[in-house]
């Protein structure tokens, strides 16, 4: 009865909030997160459902909508929410990783209040702790563009979401188990469609209609490649930013990576196989669903169309043909062009490689030689209540040291208001996918080798993307231009799951002085506390 109460007031207050001072409107949802029976791949399993269901339910905003997502956690274990892409804006506090939150503890509850301010796009929410990502607990997200902002392409038939991903049948816990004992995890089981295997799932569409596909890899481990079989596929928008609509035959889409296409169902009336495979891999595992035309009595019919399977080049080529629209609107008015980031002058450049060292004889990654290691208060916490002893700004170099791993909770300081250029260098032989919680950032470069302060030449500074999560090829380099524009700790990650668990990541403080609303938000009344915080008090 305590927890619906304290839930019922922070709606109250939320609701007097909008009538009185005429906000943005709100969104409420209630999700109960509880362990069910799954069977993706055909066998069962023990799966994280929300509400019930697995994806979880879909998310759906305006831009500046204000979101309340009360969250119960029925698991037996701790639990986090986190939100692949959503910027929060001066408030890390809703992050929903561990350097931001505490758990919420088993039976309890936690309400996020997000506000998707100033953004568009397609996007997705996962469980950030302990592996819980390979069980399920994930779902669409997608902010769609205010009423008066003009969008570059006509209003699709209907808008659909495709979670598709790499996927194991072993429980999340022995997977876990493998990889605190010190060992990579083995080749995925199989892929999935909107935690679906193979046909398993059918978009239905009527002949001679448009309809947007918003489609995210939410998998652990490996790449994929997608394609509609006899369809094209016209990006439009990634990660937020509306592209160039190229027309494509298939998209490579990286781990965390969102994209949205348009599909003209033009063909003739029949069903088609919508396809993933993975990629870089030497077994390549598909998966398929349907396209269905709601005029065909027919069923798809021979094999589904094979696409690229181990050419980098190829994706490489792909990857640097995906441009911003200059002219169309973005979350305002404006151009997307009007933000002219390649004149703007770099305060800083960081150089981040990643490495897989053996520590303690287990293996662990690493990046510029530290493996971060969960701190026992979240990070976030620690800085705002300056609990010492906790971390160290400055304890992760800003460029590769070349010497061995060690263990450390690796956090970076960085000025608010600043503009980097982070590089990404990968001189392993597997595809790098790294994410940003809080920016966005222009992908300003890519290619083979290694970087050098000359890699600059051959950067695109004037029409280039601008997304949350980056590829970096095998033996290659990545780089982007980053502004430092919103205050609070954040997750600098790899979105291989098992590099991220072993200690491919780190934290970027970014830090403004003047401790004032304008930059960050205050606590949360409602901020859980845990490890050193306990016995400290938010605002009142």
Known sequence: MGDYNRVCGFMVVFLLLTCTVGEDPYRFY?????????????VKQQGILINGQFPGPQIESVTNDNLIVNVFNSLDEPFLISW??????????????YGTNCPITPGGNFTYVIQVKD???????????AFHKAAGGYGGFRILSRSVIPVPFSPPAADFTILAGDWYTKNHTDLRAILDGGSDLPFPDGLLINGRGANGYTFTVDQGKTYRFRISNVGLKTSINFRIQGHKLQLVEVEGTHTLQNTYDSLDIHLGQSYSVLVTADQPAQNYYIVASTRFTSQVLTTTAIFHYSNSAGSVSGPPPGGPTTQV?????????????????????????????GMINTTRTIRLANSAPIING???????????TPADTPLKLADYFKISGVFSPGSIPD?????????????????FRGYAEIVFENQADILQSWHIDGHNFFIVGMDGGQWTPASRLSYNLR??????????????????????????????????????????QFYLRVFSPANSWRDEYPIPSNAILCGRAVGHRTQA
């Open 30 to 42: 209630n999700w109960n997160v509880t362990y069910g029976d799954i069977y993706p791949l055909g």
């Open 463 to 504: 029409d280039t993307i601008s997304r949350c999560t980056v590829q970096v090829y095998p033996r290659s380099w990545s780089a982007v231009y980053v502004p430092l524009d919103n205050v609070g700790m954040w997750n600098v990650r790899s979105e291989d799951w098992a590099r991220q668990y072993l200690g491919q």
């Open 119 to 129: 953004q568009i796009g397609s996007y997705f929410y996962f469980p950030s702790l």
């Open 362 to 372: 287990k293996q662990r990654y690493a990046v510029n030689s530290v493996s971060f």
């Open 84 to 97: 692949n892409g959503v910027q929060q804006r001066r408030n890390s506090w809703q992050d929903g990783v």
């Open 399 to 415: 460029s590769p040291t070349g010497g061995g791993g060690y263990l450390q909770t690796s956090v970076m300081a960085a000025d």
């Open 313 to 341: 080049d190829w994706s490489l080529e792909q990857a640097r043909s995906i441009r911003r629209n200059l002219s169309a609107s973005g979350p305002r008015p404006n151009p997307q062009g009007s933000y002219h980031y």
